[in-house]
Each structure stands twice: as structure tokens, then as C-alpha cells.
């Protein structure tokens, strides 16, 4: 059971480029959702999805996008890459969120 | 709005001290609340939880009560190990159609041998 998995771990881009984190689990989780963490800041959420077709934005969407074609992935689409999405990025799911998620081991994404 | 507050690390203690972190929250309803811990270079791993008042939520010694006339979440463990030594956050869920997760900033802790 391999949980939630992100790719890549690492990724470096120059501003202006564009790229997708990937985020699959296969626990059959309806709920799923992205987070970036930055010192002193804590975990923010981006985008989160309620299940398949369903998306909708969190606290810092701007720069993001999302689309939940299948229960299984939930990629993060930056479109136009800024040195301030430099960060960790966290996907997590969870089948029923008063339970508590299960969280990736995350995307480091520097922006040069 | 709905928010966590947790005390500002680091904080820095002796094999077998006594670990407290605070975590307060501010949510309309009754949310559930959560500890996650999160060791260097890993992701987050839920380490208790609890969803109504007066729950203790409690693993690998750690343990946290919902307390509702305080909202408060305090995060507790009676012997602390150099295995310990992590970032902790402090998170509530309150539910309704989006169920979001709100965490705190979180707090470091270090346990010297």
C-alpha cells in the first residue's frame, strides 16, 4: 500500500517556466488536498478537492491550478513559475477528514 | 474565522523532561482537533487526534484534551526522548461541505541527550 505519493522530491525551475507536481494515492480517499509550507508560516492550504470533477480554492490559490479527473490524482499546475512558490508542497487525502489526512513526503520546488 | 494558535518555538529540553506545547483554537462549531508531527525531511504523520469536548487523544506516550470552555488542545508527554526532537502542528477540521484542514505554524522541538 504505497499511501499518497508526490513527484518529484526536488525540482528546480526558472521564473516563467511552467510544471506539474503530481500527487496519486491509492487508498480510494475521496478528500485531497495541497499545501505549501514555509518557515515561520506553518502548512497553507492552495486547492483541495471533496472527490472526483470537485475543486475548489484554499487560502493562497493564486499561481495555481488544479483539476480532479480521478479519484486517484490530484496534480498542481503552476503556470507561469514566481520565486515566491519557492516552498515545500504537500499533498494530502483522507477519507473522511474528521479522521485526519495522510500526507505525502512532499515536492521541495525551488524558483530561480 | 477559524484558526489555531500554538506556542512559538523552539523549545529545547533534557532527556525525560516533561513536554508541554500549547495550541489554542478560535472555530464556530465543534471541530475536531488534531496533532501532527512531522520529523526532518519527511511529511506530516497525524500523531493523535480527538473530535468532541472532553476526548483525550493519546500515542506513543503523547497525549491532548479537547478542552471546549478553554479551546484549548495542549499536546503533552511525560518523558521525552532524543527521538522526540521534531516539528509538531496543532490542527482543527470544523467540517461542513469543504472539511479543511486549518494548522497552526508549528513548533520545534529539540531534545538534548
Known amino acids: 500500500n504505497a499511501g499518497v505519493t508526490q513527484t518529484p522530491k526536488f525540482q528546480v525551475l526558472k521564473t516563467g517556466q511552467s510544471m506539474t507536481l503530481q500527487c496519486a494515492q491509492d487508498m480510494n480517499h475521496e478528500y485531497m488536498s495541497w499545501y505549501r509550507q514555509d518557515p515561520g508560516m506553518g502548512l497553507r492550504l492552495i486547492h483541495y478537492s471533496v472527490g472526483a470533477g470537485i475543486t475548489d480554492q484554499g487560502e493562497v490559490p493564486n499561481g495555481y491550478n488544479v483539476s480532479r479527473s480521478t479519484t486517484e490524482d490530484f496534480p498542481l499546475r503552476l503556470l507561469s513559475a514566481a520565486p515566491s512558490q519557492t516552498s515545500v508542497y504537500f499533498c494530502a487525502s483522507s477519507p473522511r477528514p474528521a479522521d485526519g489526512y495522510t500526507f505525502g513526503s512532499g515536492t521541495r520546488l525551488t524558483v530561480v | 474565522g477559524n484558526s489555531v494558535t500554538q506556542m512559538e518555538g523552539p523549545v529545547t529540553l533534557s532527556e525525560e523532561a516533561f513536554l508541554t506545547i500549547n495550541c489554542t483554537y478560535t472555530?464556530?462549531?465543534?471541530?475536531?482537533l488534531f496533532w501532527y508531527v512531522q520529523y526532518p525531511g519527511e511529511g506530516l504523520q497525524l500523531l493523535l487526534k480527538?473530535?468532541?469536548?472532553?476526548d483525550k487523544g493519546s500515542n506513543k506516550g503523547f497525549e491532548a484534551t479537547y478542552r471546549k470552555e478553554t479551546t484549548s488542545f495542549h499536546l503533552e508527554k511525560g518523558s521525552v526522548q532524543v527521538s522526540d526532537s521534531a516539528v509538531y502542528f496543532c490542527?482543527?477540521?470544523?467540517?461542513?461541505?469543504?472539511?479543511?484542514?486549518?494548522f497552526g505554524t508549528g513548533t520545534l522541538l529539540a531534545v538534548q541527550p
Open positions: 472555530a464556530t462549531g465543534y471541530p475536531s
Open positions: 490542527a482543527l477540521n470544523y467540517g461542513g461541505a469543504t472539511n479543511k484542514l486549518i
Open positions: 480527538a473530535t468532541k469536548a472532553d
